[in-house]
């Protein structure tokens, strides 16, 4: 099956810092998702992004398919940044995600 | 923004007993999923239900599990006699094309 690979699996940064994730994956795919996961357990969606590039405020991601990895940029960190985040995708013939194992960030003031 | 919701939050049981957990989709969604994570691990995919009847389903999803529509809108999944190692969160995801929206969670223990 399709193996997804996240990177770093820890992150320590400081308020106000820069971050970029990374998300590999082994074959082609028709959904990307990067998710939030907050100390409350919850997955919060962050971005819908099999191709191309999307921002959201102080998040934004990049997918490139052709190359089969994903990015995920966070500028000027907060605390509240702080969770594990998970990049899932759904290979072709499929409906069913696959996470990756996740990227722990800890944000300090 | 529509959510999915889920309940209960947290259910303890003790081993061998059934549990019934429930989700409420997003209304105009058609595809239902639930997927779990044990603690300290990552999510793993359980089972995809669209149009009444399971679409996919893992190694994981045995016997032991069902899922159904009981009344068109709440999609639950059953687990009929608990072990321990069924402990986790479990999540209900919805959708109506390929991105999915996952619910809060409900905790599982499992004593």
């Known amino acids: 099956g399709i193996q997804v690979e996240q990177s770093p699996p820890d992150l320590i940064l400081q308020e106000g810092a820069n971050s970029t994730l990374r998300c590999n994956f082994s074959d082609s795919v028709n959904n990307l998702q990067w998710f939030h996961q907050n100390p409350w357990g919850q997955l919060i969606n962050l971005f819908y992004?099999?191709?191309g590039t999307k921002q959201n405020g102080r998040l934004s991601a990049t997918t490139v398919a052709t190359e089969r990895y994903s990015l995920l940029y966070i500028s000027s960190s907060q605390t509240t940044d702080s969770g594990v985040y998970f990049c899932?995708?759904?290979?072709?013939?499929?409906?069913?995600?696959?996470f990756g194992t996740g990227t722990r960030l800890q944000v300090f003031p | 923004e529509p959510e999915v919701t889920q309940t209960p939050s947290h259910q303890v049981t003790q081993m061998g007993q059934e549990v019934i957990l429930r989700c409420v989709p997003i209304?105009?969604?058609?595809?239902f999923y639930w997927y779990r994570q044990i603690l300290g691990q990552k999510v793993e995919f359980l089972v995809s239900f669209y149009n009444n009847e399971i679409s996919e389903k893992s190694e994981i999803f045995d016997d032991q599990f069902s899922v159904e529509r009981p009344d068109g809108s709440n999609f639950t999944l059953k687990i009929r006699s608990t072990k321990l190692e069924d402990s986790a969160m479990y999540f209900c995801?919805?959708?109506?094309?390929?991105?999915?929206?996952f619910g809060p969670g409900t905790r599982l223990t499992v004593t």
């Open positions: 992004i099999p191709s």
């Open positions: 209304s105009n969604h058609l595809y």
């Open positions: 995801a919805t959708g109506q094309s390929y991105e999915q929206y």
């Open positions: 899932a995708v759904e290979a072709y013939n499929t409906d069913k995600l696959i």
